[in-house]
């Protein structure tokens, strides 16, 4: 049992913590991003601050590897 | 636009998945005879459509249409990242490039140092089984997430299918082709493509407008490739290669 959630684990999580850190934190700045930018600017320009946010956790990730 | 596109990221993460999968039941079938590695694959993909029908439409069926798409995207982020950090590393020579016929050479070794005994072709079976499963899992995961999404579940699913198609044939001919696909530009391709997806999803899901519509799934994928590419540049300058599975 413990070998099978260990393979989901892995399965949806990946090998290292770092990449559902990453996603999550950059989730979250989004979220506070949206919150202090107007509806308008977060419509033109949030896709873009969320790729960022995304490029940051790849990066993170790409740090903390051996 | 979006269609051909989905179809396309459907189709080529389905098709490395099973790579994967066909290289373990190939060994199986090679090393203990192909009706045990039959049977252990069947099990795992009668397993697989099982999950994914309990799982699809409780998925599907998500009242907000803007958390659908964050849980999606989401979804999506995890799996593209995961596959673009290790072709990073791969193309870095920090980890060992991917390589279905060496998995599949080292998988056919192992099953005969231990020869087949009374009652073990459950364990060749189990192999199978393991194999398939696993890879399936994460195709029916990655499938039901780029179909996610109202009126994307018949691309993602047009995809799945022409992959499993070319697979099925590969399969057919046996080994050969699995030593000359460059499997880690692929998979590298293919986390771009994903984490592309899960991206521009979850940034709709944020009430996003993006500039050119479905459009921007293209320069979303332009901007992943520069930064893997930059990355990989970086990588290997900066370090010694290093073996790791």
């Known amino acids: 049992m413990r070998t099978v959630l260990s393979s989901l ?6 090998e290292t913590w770092t990449i559902p850190i990453g996603v999550g934190a950059a989730l979250l700045l989004a979220v506070l991003v949206r919150a202090s930018l107007s509806e308008s600017a977060w419509e033109t320009g949030g896709g873009f601050a969320l790729a960022g946010l995304v490029i940051a956790a790849l990066a993170g990730s790409l740090r903390r590897s051996p | 636009m979006s269609f051909v596109l989905i179809m396309a990221a459907a189709a080529a993460a389905v098709a490395i998945e099973m790579l994967e999968a066909l290289a ?12 045990d590695a039959l049977l252990g694959a069947l099990a795992a993909v009668v397993g697989v459509v099982l999950l994914c029908l309990a799982l699809g439409p409780a998925l599907l069926a998500g009242t907000d249409l803007h958390v659908l798409r964050v849980v999606v995207g989401t979804l999506l982020l995890l799996f593209g990242l995961e596959w673009l950090r290790k072709g990073i590393l791969r193309m870095a020579g920090r980890r060992r490039r991917s390589s279905s016929h060496d998995e599949f050479l080292e998988q056919r070794a192992a099953l005969e140092r231990h020869p087949a005994a009374e009652g073990r072709h459950w364990a060749a079976r189990l192999v199978s089984f393991k194999g398939v499963f696993l890879e399936g899992l994460e195709v029916g995961l990655i499938v039901l997430a780029l179909g996610g999404a109202p009126g994307r579940l018949t691309p993602a699913l047009l995809g799945a299918a022409l992959a499993l198609a070319l697979v099925g044939a590969i399969g057919l001919v046996m080994q050969r082709p699995l030593g000359r696909l460059p499997e880690t530009q692929l998979k590298l391709g293919v986390g771009v493509a994903l984490t592309a997806f899960g991206t521009f999803f979850t940034a709709e899901g944020l009430h996003v407008e993006w500039p050119l519509g479905d459009l921007a799934l293209v320069y979303l994928a332009g901007l992943f490739a520069v930064t893997a590419w930059l990355a990989t540049q970086r990588l290997t300058r900066t370090a010694p290669a290093a073996e790791a599975t």
């Open chain 1, 9 to 14: 684990r892995h399965l949806i999580l990946g």
């Open chain 2, 24 to 35: 373990i039941v190939l060994a199986v079938g090679m090393a203990r005879g192909f009706r």
